[in-house]
C-alpha cells in the first residue's frame, strides 16, 4: 500500500481515475467508512492521515486480485473506522496477507496467524 501522505492528492474522483477504479464503487466504500459525501470532491491534500488511509484502503478493494496484501493497514485509522473495516473485511471475505500489530482485529479477521520470532 502507498504511502498515504505522498500518494493520495486531488479530489477522490480524480485519484479513482487514476487508479483506474469506478469511483461509484470507491464512493460505496467509503461510505461504509462512515467518509462524508462532500469530501469525495475535496482536494485531499488537506486531509488527515487517517482519511487518507481509508481511501487507499477503499481503492485497493476495488480492484480485482486473488491476495490483497496490507502493510499496517490500521495505522492512522480510529476505533470506529477500524470496525468498519473488519465488518467490511468479514463481509467480501477478501484473501489478505496482512502484517498488523492490532490483536484484536487479527483474532477477528485472520484465519490463520503465523508469527516471527522476536530477532532483537
Known sequence: MPYAKKSVTGAARDYAAR????????????R????????????MRGFSAGQKKKILLACGMCKQAHLYVWDEPLNYIDLYSR?????????YKPT?????????????????????????
Open 32 to 43: 461504509k467508512l462512515d467518509f462524508p459525501r462532500e469530501q469525495f470532491d475535496t482536494d
Open 19 to 30: 487508479q483506474g477504479v469506478d469511483a461509484t464503487l470507491l464512493f460505496t466504500f467509503l
Open 83 to 91: 470496525i468498519q473495516i473488519e465488518e467490511l473485511i468479514l463481509c
Open 96 to 120: 489478505l496477507l496482512f502484517v498488523e500489530h492490532d490483536r484484536a482485529f487479527c483474532a477477528n479477521v485472520a484465519t490463520r496467524e503465523l508469527r516471527l520470532p522476536n530477532t532483537y
